[in-house]
């Protein structure tokens, strides 16, 4: 008998964009790499010292939260601050995706997730101050013109980047889109206190999420792409993405 030849081994293969090129960093690297850190550690205490020095605002309504300051219970204001999370989820959510399509060559969803971030930041900017309702009457700014130049603006982004956002899932953004909408047109409307504040604010919380849903989900579907789909080379002979 003879015997059996030996079964060749060979060497793990490591599939193309697998490899974790991070490496263990030491402490001293650590400190050379706090910039980010003392950057906005900079710009947040330069606010903070800001707000110190002024004597017109006194700092416990700066920093306290408004249930706490009127005396009203917990769940005062609830849905609304779900509502800014939702928006601010959004913005990073986009910018997120946006950095990724840079950095994959990927100009048409950089532009539309970088413009939608942008636009989330004026709405997020809009539902924290209340500029349409309070600070933009205040200097002459009427509610209804104010509404219609945010709604001009969602417009203008959405027909400039149609061309990507029919790439994506677009029905989950038009149906945020119209919930937006129905609450612009409700908010119009003539009713008891109760059944205004409801009408008004369900869909505009229903249009928020599915916002920040869109944004999410479009920068998941970018990021997979971008890894599983990437352009051949020496070192990643993977396949092309589709058109």
């Known amino acids: 008998m003879h015997a059996a030849a030996p079964t060749p081994t060979h060497p793990p293969v490591t599939p193309p964009g697998t490899h974790d090129r991070r490496r263990d960093r030491t ?23 800001t707000f110190a020095v002024q004597d017109e605002v006194p700092t416990d309504r700066l920093f306290l939260d408004p249930a706490t300051l009127s005396g009203q219970p917990w769940y005062t204001g609830l849905l609304h601050e779900i ?11 986009a910018a997120g ?4 399509s840079a950095q994959t060559h ?3 969803p950089a532009k539309l997730l970088a ?14 101050t209340g500029f349409h309702a309070d600070l933009g009457p205040r200097i002459g700014l009427p509610k209804l013109v104010v509404v219609g130049a945010i709604a001009v603006a969602a417009a203008v982004w959405f027909v400039v980047n149609w ?81």
């Not at 800014?84 to 990073?92: E, K, P, Q, S, T």
């Open 27 to 49: 402490l001293r690297s650590q400190f050379l790499l706090l910039g980010p850190l003392l950057f906005v550690w900079f710009a947040t205490a330069s606010l903070l010292w």
């Open 115 to 128: 413009s939608g971030a942008a636009l989330t930041l004026v709405l997020l900017t809009d539902e924290i």
């Open 163 to 243: 061309r990507e956002i029919r790439r994506t899932r677009w029905l989950i953004l038009v149906s945020s889109l119209a919930a937006l909408a129905a609450s612009i047109a409700l908010d119009y409307e003539r009713r008891s206190v109760d059944l205004h504040v409801f009408f008004e604010d369900a869909p505009k919380l229903l249009g928020i999420v599915g916002w920040a849903t869109y944004f999410a989900i479009t920068t998941i579907d970018i990021t997979r792409s971008a890894v599983m789909f990437r352009p051949p080379g020496p070192a990643n002979p993977g396949p092309v993405e589709p058109v």
């Open 97 to 100: 995706g946006a950095w990724v």
């Open 83 to 93: 509502g800014i999370l939702a928006w601010a989820g959004a913005a990073v959510a």
């Open 106 to 108: 990927r100009r048409g």
